[in-house]
């Protein structure tokens, strides 16, 4: 530790107070007491390599860092420092001052937010790593300061690409939550502004630059959003005036040959927080393993799609994406690195596992098991429905309702069946049905096409019209890429919302069918449909996690939602909003109570309730004990019910104002 004379560094900063000057360099002493400007040839990254257990060698932020810093009197050093109250280390209170009901987080324009020098000196501390947010879109604004004819052509050409979104610091693909206040365009005029983007985003390499984040967070009293790919459909991954964690280039994948726990000796995979379903994927197959994950190429497995439960083609075998994970590797409100696992911060372990994304820290990596290669058997098809088509309307309604009675009973084989009804946009109407596919693990063609032969016989009785693409494949990774479709994303003006709907529905055949009735009535309202059969029920030999307890015994996830025409505002654009809040999904919640937080609706009344089941309250718990400020917010995360944005309209989140607090 170097030693350096307080009094020169209390001479410094009386020198400028007596001068009258504000500070607007940042400032650090040298070895020999002289000041010199803080910049990255005199400050190093506030880092020093430390070996955890079970995670290797980390580059850390730690209190002998800080110290040192401290000691070289580096200019607001001070704003970096631990939560040391929560930390239990030492009696040191922390800076930020907890909040009151009606207090807000520092927003831009506050005189509590941070000045130039500060942002100046926490870039230095991460090495660089601070980008101040530029909309995406703005290189479509000839107004901008940042117009670009070329790159706009290019976000213009690739915007329903989730890669464009996800490669961007602080993109989202649900527009829709950030205001659509910057919208990439042609040739218009207009102006583009911030919405709901955060103000600055931190590139994340290593867990130290989260630390310095949360700290700095913390102790500003600044909004905080962690952000991976952008993919989230309720607005959770951005923020009006936030400082914002970008995960998503922590992209290491390592192969644990052997990972033993109470519960599970076998094969598993280390991923970095950014790791995305398709680099999972062709990782596992290269390995020659099966890995959990989800349909879509470009989710952020380790981010949102794990610590929200997790979906996957799998679930009817191994259940959720939640039920892989061995260990998880995570920055605390408080600063501190720890692991979580079946023997380590066990009450955490629990919660990080379906708890939800952006509420307990922020994940860096997770330990997940790593399956055997399997085989699956299965079709796709596409029909269409209408005055026009093959199908007639009343066809396409009796073959759903079929379908949907064997939702237990394939259910009970591991069944994987995705499919998508949408309206037809043609004069005459009409529905499309495509399946991406329907399939069940551990079959050969032979035996799938007898477990479904009942169906298809049926259906060929009705007259309806299909053409089953059959497949039979040895891997997961082989139907994948060949029989599931590319993600189209960022559709403005777009919300959706859904339900999960339990087996004992279908003991009773006049209750099952009145479901039927409502959904289709919904349908015909205008609704989408997309629908999973498949029972992600828990496994013997998983730990108990927090993932919602109405996963266990649903057998058919209900995604509904709709969109409205560009321009529609007012008491028009209220109505559809609450038509799918306080309409739709009222009339489901009988059936259905619970829904799926990862693709749920943010308005979700009691989404406590619906998006965590039986574990709501001891989320609730856990959420205090770790965050008991609330750094982390996130709408419809837990907790998230002690906070509002400012100026919101009654009918949706925006992220677009101030996050305050309305009770404790
Ligand atoms: C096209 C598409 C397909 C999808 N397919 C599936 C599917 O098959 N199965 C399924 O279950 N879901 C699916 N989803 C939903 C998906 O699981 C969620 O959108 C999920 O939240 C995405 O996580 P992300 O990290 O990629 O996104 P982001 O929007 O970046 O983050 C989502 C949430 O997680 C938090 N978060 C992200 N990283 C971290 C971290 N390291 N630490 C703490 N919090 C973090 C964020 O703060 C935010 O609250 C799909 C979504 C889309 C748009
Ligand atoms: C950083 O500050 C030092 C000391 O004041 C100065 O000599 C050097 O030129 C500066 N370097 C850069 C890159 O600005
Ligand atoms: C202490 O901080 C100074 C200034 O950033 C740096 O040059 C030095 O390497 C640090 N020393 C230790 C032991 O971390």
Known sequence: MVAVSLSRALLVAGAFARLGLAQTEPTILAEDGSVLTANESTVAPAAEPEVVEDVGEVLLLTDAVLANLTAHDLSDIDLFTFDEEVAGTS???????????????????????????????????????????????????????????????????????????????TSVMSPLYQGETCMPQNGQSGTCEMGSFPSYSVKIRNVYQ???????????????????????FLGKSTGAGALSIWTHNLKDIQHIKSFRSASYNGPALRLGAGVQV????????????????????????????LAGGGHSPLSG????????????????????????????????????????GGTFGVVTSITVKAH????????????????????????????????????????????????TIFPLFTAAGGYSWTFHPFMMPDMTLAQFKAEIKPLLDEWTAMGLVFTPNYFEKNSLHEVWTQYFPAESVANSNLRTASRLFPASVWNNPTNRDALFDEVRA???EGSALIQYNMNPRQTPGTPNSAANSHWRDSVWFAIMGSGWAPGTAGAELAAVNNKITHNWMARLR????????????????NFGQAFFGTNYQRLLNIKREVDPNDLFWAPTAVGAERWTIQGQPSYLTTQVGKLCKISN
């Not at 999972?280 to 952020?300: H, I, M, S």
């Open 278 to 305: 398709g680099e999972l994927y062709a990782a596992a197959n290269k390995l020659g393993v099966t890995a959990v994950g989800g349909e879509c190429a470009g989710v952020g497995v380790a981010g949102g799609y």
């Open 522 to 524: 919904i349908v015909e």
């Open 91 to 169: 009696a040191k209170r922390s800076l930020g001052r907890g909040f009151k009901v009606g207090d807000c987080k520092v927003f831009p324009g506050d005189r509590a937010w941070p000045s130039r020098l500060s942002w100046t000196v926490f870039d230095l501390l991460t090495g660089g790593a601070l980008i101040e947010t530029v909309p995406i879109g703005a290189v479509c604004y000839p107004n901008s300061g940042v117009y670009n004819a070329a790159k706009c052509q290019n976000v213009l050409a690739n915007w329903a690409q989730s890669s464009l979104h996800a490669s961007d610091p």
């Open 317 to 356: 075998k191994y259940g959720l994406g939640s039920d892989q994970v061995l260990s998880i590797d995570v920055v605390l409100p408080n600063g501190r690195f720890v692991t979580a696992s079946e023997s380590k911060n066990t009450d955490l372990f629990w919660a990080l596992r379906g708890g939800g």
């Open 372 to 419: 055997p290669k399997q085989k699956f058997a299965g079709f796709s098809w596409s029909l269409a429905a209408g005055p026009e088509s093959e199908n007639s309307i009343a066809v396409f309604w009796q073959a759903m309702y079929a379908y949907w009675r064997k939702f237990p009973q394939y259910a009970a084989k591991g069944v994987y069946g995705y499919s």
């Open 210 to 232: 989260v630390q310095l984040a949360v700290n700095f967070a913390r102790n500003q009293n600044l909004r905080l959003v962690v952000h991976n790919t952008g993919h989230d």
């Open 590 to 605: 009988a059936w259905g109570p619970g829904a799926y937080g990862n693709e749920g609706d943010v308005m979700e009344p």
